[in-house]
């Protein structure tokens, strides 16, 4: 038998389980990054009707607060979109003497108005089927400000998916809530949010976050549907 196999035939064995290990710790690594909401889902930035909305512009150069068009967040489970009335509050031609305003590139939003139709905005922050809700009221009553789950909208000419939205996320948050609690006044200042998280991570943060904790494990959200069934 020594003459019919060459010597080194002797190691193909150990040849062939170093790839299948190697193939396994590959593929298991792929699936690990590539299978993931942070890989997919991260960065999702639909094309939306007419000309899209500028939060650049809208949010972050005129000043507009996230509240005026988003006007349940405080109140409600979903952060429901604007409806083209809120809208024509400053694009109706006879409103506002600004040359944007009267731009051809609203007048789809002019057009649905005259039309008494909707405008069908694609949904971006989307959460999987089983989960119930992200309760966004009960979130920003604890001091969760925007900025910690959308980014930094204020300098998004497009609005895309900043975070991956994943359950390992939202726990990491849960586990570590005093990385993102601000005042709740403060929730929808996304410059100074952005400001001073950056502050805290650097160890400059003047906040006291142990006073916000304390505060809510005084007075917990009290809206219990919001994690129980």
Request: with cysteine; charged share 20%.
């Amino acid at each position: 038998m020594a003459g019919l196999f060459p010597k080194w035939t002797n190691a193909l064995p150990t040849i062939a389980a170093m790839a299948v290990m190697g193939g396994a710790v590959t593929t298991v690594g792929a699936v690990w990054y590539y299978f993931t909401p942070k890989y997919w889902e991260a960065g999702y930035m639909p094309e939306q009707p007419g000309n899209g909305f500028n939060h650049q512009l809208h949010a972050g150069k005129l000043g507009i607060d996230c509240r005026y068009c988003h006007t349940k967040i405080e109140q409600s489970p979903e952060a429901n979109i604007p409806n083209v009335d809120t809208c024509m509050g400053c694009h109706a031609e006879n409103r506002i003497s600004l040359n944007f305003v009267k731009d051809e590139r609203v007048q789809f939003i002019r057009d649905a108005y005259a039309e008494d139709a909707s405008i069908e905005w694609r949904r971006i922050h989307k959460l999987p089927d089983y989960v119930r809700n992200f309760p966004h009221h009960v979130h920003i009553k604890a001091g969760v400000s925007c900025y910690s789950c959308h980014g930094q909208i204020m300098g998004m000419p497009e609005v895309f998916q900043s975070e991956p939205l994943s359950m390992g996320w939202c726990l990491e948050c849960h586990r570590n809530p005093e990385k993102h609690l601000v005042p709740p006044d403060q929730v929808t200042k996304l410059t100074w949010v952005e400001q001073e998280l950056d502050d805290r991570a650097h160890g400059r943060s003047g906040v006291d976050t142990d006073a916000l904790l304390s505060s809510l494990r005084r007075e917990p959200p009290q809206y219990c549907g919001a994690c129980h069934h």
